[in-house]
Nanobody, 117 residues
Framework: QVQLVQSGGGLVQAGGSLRLSCAAS????????MGWFRQAPGKEREFVAR????????YYADSMKGRFTISRDNTKNTLYLQMSSLKPEDTAVYYC??????????WGQGTQVTVSS
């Protein structure tokens, strides 16, 4: 079982940058894929990006390509999402998760990102 602690959200002006962190603990050695998701008020949760832990391969939703970068620090067991060129439509609660937790609908509280125009 993996426990996740998310941080790094906040208020930023359009065009600015922000980095989100997701510290993982527990049986992380059995987790091979991790990802970022987001949900804006009144909208469905959407996929942002995923990363294969051991090899570092990544995949992004089309709207995130070129602006967001997912990465991980293996020694710190921490997942990151570097966001740049932020837009007001990026305003949402951001979540990190694993396939196991997501399949159990366990999303935690996430971290709020607000982009002002």
């Amino acid at each position: 079982q993996v426990q996740l602690v998310q941080s790094g959200g906040g208020l930023v002006q359009a065009g600015g940058s922000l980095r989100l962190s997701c510290a993982a603990s527990g049986r992380t050695f059995s987790t091979y894929i991790m990802g970022w998701f987001r949900q804006a008020p009144g909208k469905e949760r959407e996929f942002v990006a995923r990363i294969w832990w051991s090899g570092g391969g990544t995949y992004y939703a089309d709207s995130m390509k070129g602006r967001f970068t997912i990465s991980r620090d293996n020694t710190k067991n921490t997942l990151y999402l570097q966001m740049s060129s932020l837009k007001p439509e990026d305003t949402a609660v951001y979540y990190c998760n694993t396939p196991y937790r997501a399949s159990s609908n366990d999303w935690g509280q996430g971290t709020q990102v607000t982009v002002s125009s």
